[in-house]
């Protein structure tokens, strides 16, 4: 663990945003002991750095992850593109991108950042190349490179286990993606703090897609006004296209005309609003049909 790079990145967000040493100690130790952690000379306990990364407002795993990667800020740029997309259906470029990683050090020489990879190998896997055995072994592969107990997940193997979910959700093992994506639900609500207000969305969308297959709509419906009432809450634009969409696409198959349609053109609206032309003719055409009727 690096403590100097540690300490060097506090003492920069501490100035960046105005705080004395003094005062980013006040509730948490003492000045003599920021100094000394800000100088590297001292590893601060779990508890006060995570104190510490809140009055800086930040994850505590942003100093984790300084601490174990000399160039976290590249990293962290890797996982945004890959996120993008990931959100994109853009796989070519995903194993594009992994294939120039899988050799750089920083990937290689650390198992939380070659999970990233594996993780989003496994995706493409699937959902490029469609072999579903070799993808689940992938994500299963990426999970043992973290994963210590069952007791507790931490935010990415949640959302490695929702991927693997989705795998046998695709491949009709209704009953297995089931079980998996209850675990993550379960998971997901033991953590005591959530950074990523991105998970509980695209969870809650996997299952209600998965209900929507079994023809259980009602349960499906639920899923998704859950869901988009969390995104209203944190402000969160992720996947609320998709979810007005999936609950229009449930009164369609209820036989719902207007209902689908004032939800299909909610999702247009979002959808416009995000620059996201992928389902912008499909759903018109949806929408004009049931006009029709």
Same mark, same amino acid.
């Given at each position: ?10 003492k ?14 006040d ?5 003599a ?7 590297g ?16 407002g ?7 992850d300084?601490?174990?990667t ?11 593109i ?16 992994i ?5 750089n050090p ?5 198992k939380r ?18 072999d579903s055995e070799?993808?689940l072994k ?6 043992k ?9 931490t935010?990415?193997?949640?959302e ?9 959700s695709?491949?009709?093992?209704f009953?297995?993606a089931m079980?998996?994506y209850?675990?993550a ?8 703090? &959530? ?11 996997? &299952?209600?897609?998965l ?15 859950e ?5 209203i ?12 969409y ?18 299909f053109?909610?999702?247009?609206f ?12 499909f759903?018109?055409?949806?929408v ?5 009727k």
């Amino acid at each position: 663990m690096d403590f100097f790079a540690i300490g060097s990145k506090i003492k920069e967000l501490r100035k960046l945003i105005g705080l004395s040493q003094e005062e980013l100690a006040d509730g948490i130790c003492t000045q003599a002991q920021i100094s000394k952690i800000e100088k590297g000379d001292v590893y601060p306990y779990a508890s006060t750095l995570y104190l510490i990364s809140q009055k800086l407002g930040l994850d505590v795993n942003y100093f984790f992850d300084i601490g174990m990667t000399p160039r976290v800020d590249y990293v962290q740029e890797v996982a945004r593109i890959l996120n993008n997309y990931r959100r994109d259906h853009k796989y070519d470029q995903i194993l594009d991108l992994i294939k120039t990683e899988e050799k750089n050090p920083l990937f290689t020489q650390n198992k939380r950042n070659m999970q990233l990879l594996l993780w989003h190998k496994g995706i493409c896997t699937f959902l490029f190349k469609k072999d579903s055995e070799k993808a689940l072994k992938m994500l299963n592969d990426a999970l043992k490179l973290s994963q210590v107990s069952d007791k507790i997940w931490t935010e990415r193997e949640i959302e490695i286990h929702i991927s693997i979910g989705a795998v046998y959700s695709e491949i009709h093992d209704f009953d297995q993606a089931m079980k998996i994506y209850q675990s993550a639900k379960d998971h997901l609500n033991l953590l005591p703090y &959530i950074s990523d207000d991105n998970i509980k969305p695209r969870l809650f969308y996997n &299952i209600a897609r998965l209900y929507t297959k079994k023809g259980e709509y009602k349960t499906s419906i639920d899923y998704c006004k859950e869901a988009i009432q969390y995104c209203i809450d944190k402000d969160n634009l992720y996947c609320l296209g998709e979810l007005h969409y999936h609950l229009g696409y449930n009164y369609e198959l209820e036989e719902k005309g207007l209902l689908a349609v004032k939800y299909f053109e909610k999702a247009l609206f979002l959808f416009n609003l995000q620059k996201d032309e992928k389902y912008i003719s499909f759903i018109n055409e949806k929408v004009e049909k049931l006009k029709v009727k």
